[in-house]
């Protein structure tokens, strides 16, 4: 008998989705609780819509909470199923608060879909299939709500990102809210539901240039960086997941109080900002990729603090369990939770105070690891690149941007990049990087052969060197270009990345390990036939890509 069903991730259980427990680690209660969370948070974007329909104001605390409860349920976020029933009880009141206002002004609102959202449910743990996607009877039609779903959750990501940082665009959380309303009250033929899927990668573009300009300007443009792989020898605190802002409030309490900071996984890039690797102990990146932390943070002795997703669940008596910290929309049970106060300030202290009692780190490697070639630095080789082109020692671009993972199939990316031609560059950004990304690959006339833009967000780096090699070459279309796309997702983040590249006319991409067990096989067929996305196969038969 199935207790939940969740197929969002590309690690679910025999490639079909989880029916008992979440591969990730996510319990089958918490699984009920985050689908109702996501069916309240829909009945508050609804109403948001009929209110917006009707030129009235919705408060702008509404877009903070449907950002974070999206946010909430991306995979390896939030295991805390007590914070998540608060998040629905909190839900299904701002949505009633949107219902008494929208009643008072004599405004209509949607009130049935396949669940029937208006009103709440007698007990949060309902049945599994009652508000979990397999509610949509029809696999096309669900196939591409749950698209359309994901590539909001990811977007949600990025704006929460932007908006720790101060900034925030009204247009973008009105269309999430209206996304979200479209697919819950409203009867979408195919053909509406595709419009959605490209409407939803635009508004992706936007999301990404947003919290782009948001780092930027708050951080400075990415430098090429040479990123220390070892340890000093004070105590340390290491720091993973995603937020910037997470990590500058850290360096600023930590100045000379006798502890380094460490970077983890996403958080490599935040040593190719000027702004932050002013600070002397931000000493180096600790690890690998998220999947790797059981094994890395039991080395690394200090408190860990998880910015966002890509959290583990560590095994019963992990050294390392009671130094979890948590932040944002992440969360474990029983671990610390570092909330913002209204101003948005956190208070690191307890954090501080305990790596003071560590042990420094215990070493994983030792040397350096370049990045930092976001659009900004690529188009400062824009010269170097065209010569070289010209000249023929670079036939290739090799876009592998996205996300790794546990599954033995993602060694493939690391045996891809070792036997790509030697005339071929890697484009990369998100953690699949860590498959190749310390496989000592040379240069090309003085180019890095890897060259990392960042984090799964700053893909959209890669976006803008596509349409800046379009120009160059004086070609029409980015298609044309010796460009090839090879994408790792695991999580939604990537499903945004993807749902944007496709919303720009780019064909042909390759994904892996293995299709999305959400795309139904007949929108399989229909995506390689109209835009000639498809899955991979083995390396020596997909280096034709590169061919």
Known sequence: MEKMFCF??????????????????????????????????????????????????????????????????????????????RKVTAAFEMRDQLLVTAFTAHIGVPAVDETCWFGRPESYQSKALDYSPMR??????????????????????????????????????????????????????LDELVALVFET?????????????????????PEVTEVNLGVGTRPGILVTGHDLRDLEMLLEQTQDKGVDIYTHGEMLPAHYYPFLKKYPHLVGNYGGAWWKQREEFSAFHGPILFTTNCLVP???????????????????????????????????????????????????ERGTIVGGFAHDQ???????????????????????????????????????????????????????????NKLHLGEIDGIPRVLDAGQCNDSYSWVLTAFALRDLFKVADVNELPIVYNIAWYEQKAVIVLLALLSLGIKNIHVGPTLPAFISPKLAILLKRKLGLEGITVVDDDLRLAA
Not at 201 to 221: I, P
Request: contains cysteine; neutral net charge.
């Open 8 to 85: 969002q991730c590309q690690e679910t259980a025999k490639g079909t989705g989880c029916t008992k427990a979440g591969v990730c680690g996510k319990q089958a209660s918490t699984a009920a609780m985050m689908d109702m969370l996501l069916f309240a948070t829909r009945g508050i974007a609804v109403v948001a819509t009929s209110l917006r329909q009707h030129n009235m104001q919705v408060p702008t605390e509404v877009a903070h909470f449907v950002d974070d409860a999206l946010f909430t349920t991306i995979t390896n976020a939030n295991f805390d199923e007590d914070v998540i029933r």
């Open 136 to 189: 949509t009877v029809d696999p096309e039609i669900r196939s591409l709500k749950e698209l359309i779903t994901y590539g909001l959750k990811g977007m949600a990501a990025y704006l929460e990102h932007a908006r720790n940082l101060g900034y925030s665009d009204g247009a973008l959380d009105a269309f999430i809210q209206r996304a979200l309303s479209d697919i819950t009250v409203k009867m979408l033929y």
């Open 201 to 221: 990668g635009q508004h992706g573009v936007e999301a990404m240039a947003l919290l782009d300009k948001a780092n930027t300007f708050t951080y400075g443009r």
């Open 314 to 364: 560590p095994v019963d008596g992990a050294p390392y369990r009671e130094k979890m910290f948590t932040t944002n929309s992440a969360g474990f049970p029983g671990c610390r939770h570092i909330a913002a106060d209204g101003d948005g300030w956190k208070d690191f202290s307890p954090i501080i105070e305990m790596a003071k009692q560590c042990q420094p780190p215990a070493e994983l």
């Open 378 to 436: 690529v188009a400062k080789l824009s010269d170097k690149i065209a010569e070289a082109v010209k000249k023929g020692h670079i036939r290739k671009f090799v876009v592998m941007a996205g996300c790794d993972g546990r599954m033995h199939s993602r060694e493939y990316y690391t045996e891809f990049a070792y036997k790509l031609p030697k005339d071929c560059i890697i484009l990369t950004a998100g953690c699949a990087k860590y498959r190749y």
